[in-house]
């Protein structure tokens, strides 16, 4: 699929803060390569119950400084309004337009939640304390949450978040573009009328993914399961598998109508520049 010359839609990666020396190399490693294709904007995740709150200023701070365009997680597990407050000051002070708003989750052992219950509470606080400075994201979940009674609950969560004042959403990862397309489906049903972008998860190592999956409810599609077990221990052809998977299904969201795209780097460089060369991004 080649992309049209007049396409507005958006594509942006996701780092996450590194905790090592070469932690801190590698991302830069991976920041300049990515640069190159020009994304929209580079978001930065906030950890569990806010542990890596300085490590994603200082990433968020280093973006803008290259004259990039970087979009912060800001989560409630943990957080207070005066903690919040002080953070969009901070992300205001280096011209940072964008963020990304999420509940978050509790780490283990942690008993203290925070101010915030839920994700529509901090979209309203950020709205009241900043009005329009940013652009807020919110997280959606075309195969719904885990933690989600039933879809329907998890539809009128969504609303909540979209109806607080968030702007646009971001997925949660799937490799099944029916899923996307029939969430979007009852979002328009339900009178959501915010561009929610795809999550895309390129395929490296089966055993990290299923791993995720396992644990955040994302769907590994039965055949594509199969053939990662098969390939588990020949990375070669694991990778090149993962990549035919992942360009398919990008190509099919954006057949579909998708606004975007939303790669999970996990602040590697070669997969997602790889799928975006497939596409002719």
Known sequence: MQSDIHDTRLYSCEFFPPKTPEGTANL????TALAALEPAFFSVTFGAGGSTREGTFEVIKEIQANGLHGAPHISCIGTTRADVQGLLQAYQDIGVKRLVALRGDLPSGMVERGEFAYANELVTFIRDVSSNAF???VAAYPEYHPEAPTPKVDLKNFKRKI?????????????????????????????IHVPIVPGIMPITNYRQLAR????????????????????QDDLTSLRAFGLDVVTDLCAALLDGGAPGLHFYTLNKHQPTGEIWKRLGL
Do not use: M
Not at 28 to 31: D, E, F, G, K, V
Not at 163 to 180: E, H, K, L, P, V
């Open 212 to 231: 995720f999956s396992d644990s955040c409810g994302a769907e590994i599609p039965r055949w594509i399961r199969k053939k990662l077990e098969e390939y």
């Open 163 to 191: 109806a607080a004042g968030a702007d646009s959403a971001i997925t949660q990862y799937f490799y099944s573009a029916a899923a996307y397309l029939r969430f979007v489906h009852e979002c328009e049903g339900a009178n």
């Open 28 to 31: 830069r490693t991976t920041l």
């Open 135 to 137: 652009h807020i994201e």
